[in-house]
């Protein structure tokens, strides 16, 4: 019996070992976008949760060193009654969080492993089901499952185990996620992940048509409404997705100038194109912007396109550029409009390209052959 519940036991803590060190990998590839997603949550919740966004870098931190750690332990059976108690709490946190969430859905997916594998909200709820019921398990049988190292050797690998996700992290959020997970690695053709092969399915929506009749309202579909009853009157139309279809991998990627243009297809037919990433003006490093300046110089002396990519208005961009001519070289500072050096495109979309502000990305033909955070060359 002992035997039988240390093998239970043992294939329960190494099924939340590697759970939890996937987990945290994948976030600590990848620091900044395990932000971005906090900020989400905390936009989507509204009210008071707004005012934490400044926690947000703080949150995403702790989260990844828990999980991160917790795995380490977990593998290496260290303390496994603590390590047990603390992945129940952990989990007595997120799983009524994640109920929630797949209740309200605030936002698309949880974020809970990255960009490396996404899951529904719901997806996410039944995933911490089965890992808190492993817990429990783990919590049954730990009293039959030894300690595999001395106390000394314990602490030594929790603390190198820290290091080596601090450092990861460390490293990503100051370059670049040294694995791209997302659409926008280098090598992928944009033009061929925006398209829709033939023959896949579109999204399905059931429409409700209501109307009016002797001051009493009813809901009818498109096949029984009074199509040539004039007693009837109409009020609203309702459209309700029905069945999801296929969504290309890029699908959000637009960029359009100052007058309104779309020059998506000119950038990306280019024979190779230069483009900065300064998703948010406001939180742009400013300490880069002679670099910034200088690549845009450079690239126009060489006759390839160079554009600035932004989320902010043409009112927010002329005054960026009012407020920091002295850090930019003349001929960028004081253009005839300052406008045209930028393109205008989705917030969330520049975030997704490149995880750096300002960062840059090169497309040849469409292709992404370079991409590199600004403050690294």
Known sequence: MNKTARIIGS????????TFLFSGFVKAVDPVGTV???????????GVFTSLLPLATVAAVLLILTEWTLGVMMLCNIRTQWTAWLSLAFYLVMTPLTLYIALTNPISDCGCFGDALVLSNWQTFWKNVVLISLVVVLLCTKRHIPPTFVWQAEIGIVLAGMALAGGLMIYTHYHLPIIDFRPYKIGNNIPELMSIPDGAPHDEYAITLIYEKDGVQQEFTLQDYPRNDSTWRFVDQRSTLVSKGYEPPIHDFALMDADGEDLTYDILEAER??????YDLDKTDIRQLGKVANL???SKEQ????????????EQIRAFVDAHRDLLPASVAAPADPTLLFLHADGIMLKTIVRANPGVFVVENGIITDKYNIRNR
């Open 11 to 18: 294939v329960a803590r190494t099924l939340l070992a590697l």
């Open 36 to 46: 971005y997603k906090i900020e989400d949550y905390l936009t989507a919740f509204g």
């Open 273 to 278: 194109a230069v483009l900065v990433v300064m």
């Open 296 to 298: 845009c110089l450079t």
């Open 303 to 314: 006759g390839v396109p160079c554009f600035i990519l932004t989320a902010a208005t043409d």
